[in-house]
């Protein structure tokens, strides 16, 4: 069964850090561009951050510089390093995977991050 299981999430007070992680049941992992989508209430879901098979990373404009995302193909396996965590950084984040081939996007159930002092 094709599925994408995060895990990290939880609570951070302001400036703290996390780690995310997901670990993806798919046959050839190195053909898909994987990574993070958040939801925050009332808004739509949005891009955290990708990374190509080879290694090209894409951030959000409001994470840039304060994330870091990584794969291991070995292990299909992909990371998010979240450094200087803001309230509005607060969300469910969703890992997921983009097929080369087919286009078709796969999600996880999502893992909640809750930034609060």
């Known amino acids: 069964q094709v599925q994408l299981v995060e895990s990290g999430g939880g609570l951070v007070q302001p400036a703290g850090s996390l780690t995310l992680a997901c670990v993806a049941s798919?046959?050839?992992?190195?053909?898909?561009?994987v990574g993070w989508y958040r939801q925050a209430p009332g808004k739509q879901r949005e891009l955290v951050a990708d990374?190509?098979?080879?290694?090209?990373?894409n951030y959000g404009d409001s994470v840039s510089g304060r994330f870091t995302i990584s794969r291991d193909n070995a292990k299909n396996t992909v990371s998010l390093q979240m450094n200087n965590l803001k309230p509005e950084d607060a969300a469910v984040y969703y890992c997921?995977?983009?097929?080369?081939?087919?286009?078709?996007?796969?999600w996880g159930q999502g893992t909640q991050v809750t930034v609060s002092s």
């Open positions: 997921s995977a983009r097929s080369l081939l087919t286009n078709h996007d796969i």
């Open positions: 798919l046959s050839y992992f190195g053909m898909y561009v």
């Open positions: 990374i190509s098979s080879i290694g090209r990373t």
